[in-house]
Every structure is written in structure tokens, then in C-alpha cells.
């Protein structure tokens, strides 16, 4: 960049011409268009001898971290006003270096480590001199070993097989001196190996490369117009460690839908099995529609959102990114939730309902005999209160296991004893509020009648109170046998 200024009054250097101008860029770039050198205050023939002295210094600081400008000047008249920056920018007189250090934020060394651990891969790209962005790098822990540090003048002599070769192995790796078009050729390379790129950037020259990124992400502080109109995403506090904990907050998202959509599928077992065993065992329902209805749409839904509130898990950032063609609704989550947590409450539920007439003398050749009566609704009333109280067993059942599963549900490997019990205040309203609503449903007569409940007794509370331990023992075993397979 090049500047003319009046010198007509100024005593810092004495100037037979009344103008002169200032031409500021890469040293050696600047010192390539420089004939003469300032020293002592008097101009001298730049020799070869200046040349390497000021390529040393430069590479010197910026093997420090600095980043170094060159300086050089131009004495003139009038004339100098009508040239061109071009036409200004030759024959200069060379006048120093000057050295800028911008210190890395203390907390990006950190970010960078837990994007290392979370396996993501991050490149260096910038249009600062190679050793300035390699001294940067090591600041920061990007590279440890020896860099491999690629200019865009390096970059431009390699085809794009070979650039996807390069980048097949992204570690050590520092781009520097990089163009516009460097950068976007860096995002499209990336893109054609199958990743997903998110692009950082705050100037004009970064606005190509954000725009091709899968994530493009503008700087909001010190940025330009064009990047943040380029950008998906706009950083207020020009932070890059912010990046990294919006990645672990998205995968926390990802990981409470996930938990949401398990606690709410583990029910549908129960309320299915008491359809299938009145089909094939010849009995009546252990539930009505009223009472699956106040399961979905009551009880289960303030625990649900809890879920939804959970911070990250332990290890968040420890895993790998997921596939991206991997589908939110899996066959593990699946499995886990109608092969292992539902046939655990659709089992507990049963064997509530049976228990009722169990205590009532009934077995199950007892039950089959006077179920055409209960479907016909021309059973003696002392029986349909028997059936009614082992429905309202089994309701009640269901919402205790739930209890045990919302907990369970809280990670899909990490044991609930390392979350903590406490961790997440909202579960505990959830549960407060579900069973505020399975009293009410038993115990309020309006709603007794709505639901066809019928109070339970004292051992059959006491019965209930095992549930919860129970689904959720069995659930931190299976955590237990999958970290165990994992770690072999």
C-alpha cells in the first residue's frame, strides 16, 4: 500500500521535494522494488549485502512470532501525485522493518487441544509470511512436530490430486502467503474428501472461501461488511475457543434429542404388550386408551424436556464427529429403547397386573374364564374393581419405571453415578410433576372415573418403589458390558 504525503514542513527527515511517498507491504516484496537504503539519516546504494542483512532480520522476527511490515519511501514533486500506485512503488529508498505482535488469546492453545482430542482437524490458512505462521502455530499447539508449510506460490504448482493428498493427512500442516482463490481451492479440496469444512475468516480476501464452506464463520468484532454478508455465522466476540464450545453445545443438542426420543419410545412397549397379551393369553387389557393417553400425554412429557435441558455429557468432546450420513433415529437407539428399556417396563407392568389378581386368587386360568365377562362389561361390580386396580398397577408401574429410565435416558454410555443425580434440577420437577398427576388420575374421584383407576394398597406401593433401582441397575450393567467390550 502506498501513501503520498505533503513534506513540505515536516523536520523528521529533511526533503529537498516538497512531496513524498510511503510504501508499506511484505519486506521482502518491498525490498525487491528498492534501490537505495536509509542509514545514519544519509541514502546509500542497496547492495546485496543490505538485501540478505534485511532477509535475515525479517525471517529472524518472524520466526519469533512477529509480524513484520517493510517500509520504503519515494522523494518527488508535483509528478507524484498523477502516478499510479504501480509507478509509485518503484525505485524506492528502503527505510526498516517494522515488527507487530498480536498474541494469540490464552484460551485458544486450550481449543485447540479439545479440538485435537474431539477429531476435528484444523488447518492454519492465512496470508501472513510462512515462518510468522509457522512460529504462530507452534504458539497455539497446532503443529508439535516439523510443519509442513505450504505458500500459495507452492500451492499453485500442485494439481488437485495432489492437493487432496497433501491434505489426507491435515496434521503438522500451515498454509501461508494465501490468496483469495488459495483459499477457496483449500475449501473445495476439503470438500471433495468428504469433509465438512467450516471456514473462519474476517476480510475482504476470506469472503470466497466462507461462502464455499459447509459452515462459513465471520468475525463480528473486527470483520469486514463482505465477510459477515458471505458468513453463515457471525462470532460477536471474534473468539475462536467460542467455536469450539458452540461445536460441544451442538453436540450436546444432537445427544439430549437422541435422549428425549429414547424416553419417549421406551412407553410404547408397555402400552403395546397388554394389547398382544390379550390377543394371544385370552385376558383383558392391563390398560385402556384413557390411561395410555395420560402416560404420553401427561406424565411422561415435563421429564421428556428435562432431557432436553442436559449439558453436555463427560467426554463430549473426546469422541469423534459422527458420520454425517449417520440418521438421528438408529438401530441403536432403537434397540436400546424397544429391545432393552421397553421390554423391561412392559415386563414390569405385567407382572404388576398379574400380582393384583394374584393377590385376589385369580390365576391365570381364573383370569381367561371371567374375561369375556370383563370385555362385555356383565362382570359382577367386585370384580371390574379387582380389574380396575390391577390396570391402575400396571399404569402406575409404567410411570415408576419411567422414573428409572429418565435417569437412564440422561446418557447412552456414561454411568448415571458419574452424572451425578443432582446435575440436572429439572429431572426432579419432572418426576414431581408426573407423579402429582398419577395421584390425581387415582385418587381424585372426576379423574378416577375418566381413567377407570382404582386405589392401591399399601404393599402394592411398596412394590412400585423397586422399579426405578431396578430398570436403572439394569441399564448401568449394560453401560458397564459396553465400556468393558470397548476397552478390549
Known amino acids: 500500500m502506498t501513501v503520498i504525503l505533503d513534506w513540505h514542513l515536516s523536520e523528521i527527515w529533511s526533503n529537498e521535494f516538497p512531496y513524498l511517498s510511503f510504501t508499506k507491504g511484505a519486506p521482502l516484496e518491498v525490498l525487491r522494488h528498492c534501490h537505495w537504503i536509509l542509514r545514519d539519516g544519509q541514502l546509500q546504494e542497496l547492495t546485496q549485502t543490505d538485501r540478505d542483512e534485511v532477509a535475515k532480520a525479517n525471517d529472524d522476527l518472524a520466526r519469533q512470532g512477529f509480524r513484520v511490515l517493510g517500509v520504503a519511501a519515494r522523494k518527488g514533486t508535483q509528478e507524484l501525485l498523477k502516478q499510479s500506485s504501480q509507478q509509485l512503488e518503484q525505485d524506492l529508498i528502503f527505510i526498516g522493518l517494522t515488527a507487530m505482535f498480536d498474541p494469540p488469546r490464552p484460551e485458544v492453545a486450550e481449543a485447540i487441544a479439545l479440538c485435537h482430542r474431539a477429531g476435528i482437524a484444523v488447518t492454519m490458512v492465512t496470508g501472513d509470511y510462512s515462518l510468522t505462521a509457522e512460529a504462530i502455530a507452534r504458539q497455539i499447539g497446532l503443529i508439535r512436530n516439523q510443519a509442513r508449510v505450504f505458500t500459495g506460490e507452492d500451492l499453485g504448482h500442485l494439481s488437485d490430486a495432489q492437493l487432496r493428498q497433501i491434505l489426507h493427512r491435515p496434521a503438522e500442516l500451515v498454509f501461508a502467503r494465501m490468496a483469495p482463490e488459495h483459499k477457496l481451492r483449500l475449501v473445495q479440496a476439503y470438500k471433495d474428501l468428504g469433509q465438512i469444512v467450516a471456514v473462519t475468516g474476517d476480510g475482504v480476501n476470506d469472503a470466497p472461501a466462507l461462502k464455499a464452506g459447509n459452515i462459513g464463520i465471520a468475525m463480528g468484532m473486527s470483520g469486514t461488511d463482505v465477510a459477515r454478508e458471505a458468513a453463515d455465522i457471525v462470532l460477536l466476540d471474534d ?143 367386585s370384580t371390574m374393581v379387582i380389574y380396575q386396580q390391577a390396570m391402575t398397577a400396571t399404569l402406575a408401574t409404567i410411570v415408576a419405571t419411567q422414573v428409572g429410565n429418565v435417569f437412564a435416558c440422561r446418557s447412552e454410555r456414561v ?74
Open 415 to 488: 454411568s448415571i453415578f458419574r452424572l451425578g443425580f443432582f446435575s440436572n434440577r429439572l429431572i426432579w420437577w419432572g418426576i414431581a410433576v408426573e407423579w402429582i398427576l398419577i395421584l390425581a388420575i387415582i385418587y381424585l374421584p372426576p379423574l378416577a372415573a375418566v381413567f377407570a383407576t382404582e386405589p392401591l394398597v399399601t404393599w402394592q406401593w411398596l412394590i412400585l418403589l423397586a422399579y426405578p433401582p431396578l430398570l436403572l441397575a439394569a441399564d448401568e450393567l449394560r453401560k458397564f458390558f459396553w465400556q468393558k467390550f470397548r476397552n478390549n
Open 239 to 381: 473468539n475462536f475457543a467460542t467455536i469450539v464450545s458452540a461445536i460441544e453445545q451442538g453436540r450436546a443438542v444432537y445427544q439430549n434429542i437422541r435422549k428425549f426420543i429414547t424416553y419417549i419410545l421406551t412407553s410404547n412397549v408397555p402400552e403395546l404388550v397388554p394389547f398382544l397379551a390379550m390377543v394371544f393369553l385370552k385376558i383383558p387389557p392391563a390398560l385402556v386408551i384413557m390411561q395410555i393417553l395420560a402416560i404420553d400425554l401427561g406424565t411422561d412429557m415435563v421429564p421428556a424436556l428435562a432431557l432436553g435441558a442436559e449439558k453436555p455429557e463427560v467426554g463430549t468432546m473426546q469422541q469423534s464427529p459422527r458420520q454425517k450420513s449417520k440418521p438421528l433415529l438408529d438401530r441403536s437407539l432403537l434397540l436400546r429403547a424397544y429391545g432393552f428399556l421397553g421390554a423391561i417396563e412392559a415386563a414390569s407392568g405385567m407382572a404388576g397386573f398379574f400380582l393384583v389378581w394374584w393377590s385376589y386368587g385369580y390365576g391365570l386360568a381364573d383370569l381367561q374364564a371371567i374375561t369375556p365377562a370383563i370385555l362385555s362389561r356383565t362382570a359382577d361390580a
